[in-house]
């Protein structure tokens, strides 16, 4: 059977769409990788200054650690965190006039916002997180506790920091900077506004 010419233009067109659309499946099938991670764990150091005391400021310091685990989306500059710290203060006179303890640690999850910068070694950020808070020692443990729910209240967080890119693998926490609420139970208002510094380091996945 004779083809013509016309048939032969449409049978040539035909065969290079199919070539093209079968190129752009094979391409697309491809994994790929956006951004140079996926993965971010922070080990910080952690200083808090709280408020437990209602009556004024009653502020006080705790120290401790940080844990951060943050999965970003894939394209885009979104980061989902999970995040735990635990702080400490024991001094006898930095909370109380009496001998008063107290341990908060702290279990949060949200989101981060990482602007995406080419050629930079500064990484800022930006997070909103919510969760829950557990305290222990003499200053919730006491005779005279009116924390009833001293072992899971709500926390949440929200502020940002900026990380100092040293190679594809490892990042500097310069600063990082949040308000923490909690309600821990208190006798008056239920409410502890709390500043968490931390600094460290960043491994990337």
């Known amino acids: 059977m004779r083809i013509g010419n016309g048939n032969r233009c449409f ?31 922070s080990l910080s150091y952690d200083y808090l200054r709280s408020n437990a005391p209602p009556d004024g400021c009653g502020c006080f310091s705790l120290n401790g650690g940080n844990a951060a685990l943050a999965l970003h989306l894939r394209r885009s500059s ?3 965190v999970a995040d735990l710290g635990v702080a400490h203060s024991g001094s006898a006179a930095s ?15 949200g989101l981060r916002y990482q602007p995406r910068f080419r ?30 729910n001293a072992g899971a209240a709500f926390a949440g967080l929200a502020g940002g920091g900026l990380d100092l890119r040293i ?9 990082e900077a949040n308000y923490l609420a909690t309600k821990i139970d208190n006798g008056v208002n239920d409410h502890q506004n709390n500043l968490r510094l931390n600094t460290g380091i960043v491994f990337h996945f």
């Open 119 to 148: 050629g930079g070694s500064l990484q800022p950020f930006v997070e909103v997180l919510a969760g829950l808070v557990h305290s222990s020692g003499t200053l919730v443990e006491g005779q005279d506790n009116v924390a009833s």
């Open 78 to 80: 979104f980061a989902v």
């Open 95 to 109: 909370i109380d006039t009496t001998r008063y303890s107290l341990t908060l640690s702290t279990f949060t999850a």
């Open 167 to 175: 190679n594809r693998r490892l990042s500097l926490r310069l600063i």
């Open 11 to 41: 049978l040539l067109l035909v065969m290079a769409a199919l070539s093209t659309a079968w190129s752009t499946v094979n391409a697309q099938s491809v994994p790929t990788v956006e951004g140079p991670h996926h993965a971010d764990l």
